[in-house]
């Protein structure tokens, strides 16, 4: 039962959020953190260090269910938890690098199917968002992963196009069907009668 003191207000828009959504975010985040611990693998047998993982799915839902800052509020808690923590071998490089993409693709999906609820924007937003997050990644890795591996700018742009755009494309690819797929069925479960 939710009464009218269980509500707070988010830092600086003025709106309020009620406990059923924070606990919502917070499922989601958890489930989140859980998923990339227990799902993990290589895409592209050449480069095995880029491996998939279902994380982004609880966040794009989340992103839909509840806005696109909401999906950046669980972009960032997710990051840094599984940085810290699963993911831990990426360090701050990858805590980085997850913010910035996903967070890319989050506003841009969560904001185009804000616009209009859709099956049909739900599609065009999540394709949007896919394509940013691809496109973001591959500046990120020209700039962080020559820091990161040790390795030369040059040997980064010659994986461009075997391992990093295609690895990305199928990451976001995969993750945005996958959301795009669950979440009518489970949105009425994370809002209620919101």
């Known amino acids: 039962m939710e009464n009218i003191s269980s509500k707070v207000t988010v830092s600086g828009s003025g709106k309020k959020m009620s406990t059923r959504i924070m606990v919502s975010l917070a499922m989601l985040a958890a489930i989140s953190v859980v998923l990339v611990a227990v799902i993990h693998f290589p895409l592209i047998p050449a480069a095995a260090f880029l491996e998939y993982d279902p994380a982004d799915i609880p966040i794009l839902i989340g992103a839909f269910a509840f806005g696109p800052m909401a999906g950046v509020l669980l972009v960032i808690v997710v990051s840094v938890i599984q ?22 693709c989050v506003v841009v999906a969560g904001s185009i199917y804000k616009k209009n609820k859709s099956r049909k924007t739900a599609i065009a937003a999540l394709v949007a968002g896919a394509l940013v997050q691809t496109a973001i990644m591959v500046i990120m890795n020209m700039i962080l992963t020559p820091l990161f591996m040790n390795v030369s700018l040059e040997t980064v742009i010659a994986m461009l196009v075997p ?12 993750n945005c069907t996958a959301t795009f797929i669950l979440y009518k069925s489970i949105s009425h479960l994370l809002k209620g009668n919101e």
Do not use: R
């Not at 940085?83 to 890319?104: D, N, Q």
């Not at 391992?163 to 976001?172: M, Q, S, V």
């Open 163 to 174: 391992a990093i755009i295609p690895f990305n494309l199928l990451k976001a690819g995969i």
């Open 83 to 104: 940085g810290f923590t699963v993911s831990a071998g990426g360090g701050i490089i990858g805590i980085v690098m997850h913010i910035i993409a996903t967070g890319a």
